[in-house]
């Protein structure tokens, strides 16, 4: 097999400006649960809302970014995506009530919806083929130290009160990812004439990649209850008096992600998706049981290993999965499919599982969602794992 350079200046670039939009959607969505209850007296489900609309207006941009990235070009996207979320960023000093934050969460969405699409689909075309899972692995770790970082300050600053301060970082933030990708040399695709009027149709295949969509399906309901974990870890933690340890739990979610990506990458491109999914599945699930078992720092920490080990090990191969069998003229599509459908589960959750709390509890909706999961294998099975052998050669470049 050639081993095909991975680790260029441009690789680089693309990783660390994704790792800045990440970092200030980590920074926001763990905490703009607290800011508004605190600062708007919102309930359970307006909190969890105030979150969630976020991945919603993510999910709206994404569904237009896909489309239109290869045409208009990846890198004029990925610049007016990172000017908007900028914008929206600095609108936040001016809410003043729950509704303006509500508007606002949703167009800063739109902001980071078209800014990820974008330096994911750059990452896609600069990734060799025959290192795809590898790289797509590497690539998310700028996702997975944001997992770890943003939430880890963000709870620290939130508890003090500081959220002006939680504003002024995120905005910086996207400030030093737009100058970043001034350095960007990124490859376009050159559309024939009929690829273009296709993609300019609006029809479903215009706006999604349909073999992207089994696997896209999966990761909105792993998604959905990966949720759970982001939105309302801050407030369990302080039900349980365990905030000190909930601090470090995506700290310990990370160094877990960080120790295993080296390896499930390469296993991945050399023995197939299944004997990296099927124990993602699994370490995931385990780790919500935990976590709605948790009555100790030790154990509320080791829930957060398993959950790295879990979702962390699933995301990047999720959607290297969704690129491998999509064509290369279509890795937008693919992307942009994938995060779709992310983001609906990831977007959705905190709403309705805010109504679900009162019914089960915190403890209860944990190990529901671990029951989710465990469905998900299910899923996986007869959706992509019987259907599909190992494939390591390049796609059929076609509709």
């Known amino acids: 097999m050639h081993n095909s350079n991975l680790w260029t200046k441009d690789f680089l670039i693309d990783s660390v400006t994704n790792c800045f939009l990440y970092l200030s959607y980590y920074l926001l969505i763990l905490t703009i649960t607290l800011y508004a209850a605190d600062q708007f007296q919102a309930s359970p489900s307006e909190a969890g809302l105030a979150s969630g609309i976020f991945i919603l207006g993510a999910l709206f941009a994404r569904i237009f970014a896909g489309r239109s990235i290869e045409r208009v070009g990846r890198k004029k996207t990925l610049y007016f995506g990172l000017s908007f979320f900028l914008l929206t960023t600095l609108a936040y000093f001016i809410v003043n009530s729950l509704p303006l934050l509500l508007c606002i969460r949703f167009l800063n969405g739109v902001g980071f919806g078209v800014s990820s699409t974008a330096t994911g689909t750059i990452a896609a075309s600069i990734i060799p083929h025959e290192r795809r899972g590898e790289g797509t692995s590497y690539y ?24 002006q301060l939680i504003f002024a970082l995120c905005a910086a933030l996207i400030g030093v990812s737009f100058t970043a990708a001034f350095f960007l040399s990124v490859p376009e695709v050159a559309l024939t004439p009929e690829q273009q009027a296709r993609m300019k149709e609006y029809k479903l295949s215009s706006f999604l990649e349909a ?12 998604g959905f209850a990966f949720s759970g974990i982001l939105c309302f870890l801050s407030a369990y933690t302080r039900e349980i008096n365990l905030v000190g340890a909930g601090s470090f739990f995506f700290i310990v979610y990370a160094a877990a992600v960080l120790i295993s990506r080296p390896f499930t990458g390469r296993i991945f491109d050399r023995r197939g998706e299944d004997m990296v999914m099927y124990p993602a599945f699994l370490l995931l699930a385990l780790g919500l049981l935990i976590l709605s078992l948790a009555d100790t720092g030790p154990l509320l920490l080791l829930a957060g290993v398993c959950a790295g080990l879990g979702f962390g090990t699933f995301m990047s191969s999720a959607q290297a999965i969704s690129v491998k069998v999509s064509p290369r003229h279509r890795m937008g599509l693919a992307t942009s499919t994938f995060f779709i459908f992310l983001d609906a589960g990831v977007g959705v959750g905190p709403f309705l599982l805010g109504f679900l709390i009162p019914a089960t509890g915190f403890r209860g909706l944990y190990a529901s969602m671990a029951a989710v999961v465990m469905l998900c294998i299910v899923f996986y099975y007869f959706l992509h794992s019987r259907k599909a052998p190992v494939r390591n050669e390049e796609p059929v470049i076609e509709y």
């Open 211 to 222: 073999r992207a969509i089994p696997i896209a399906f999966i990761s909105a309901l792993t």
């Open 140 to 163: 998310a770790l700028s996702m997975t130290f944001a997992s770890a970082v943003g939430p880890f300050l963000g709870m620290l600053l939130s508890q003090q009160g500081h959220f």
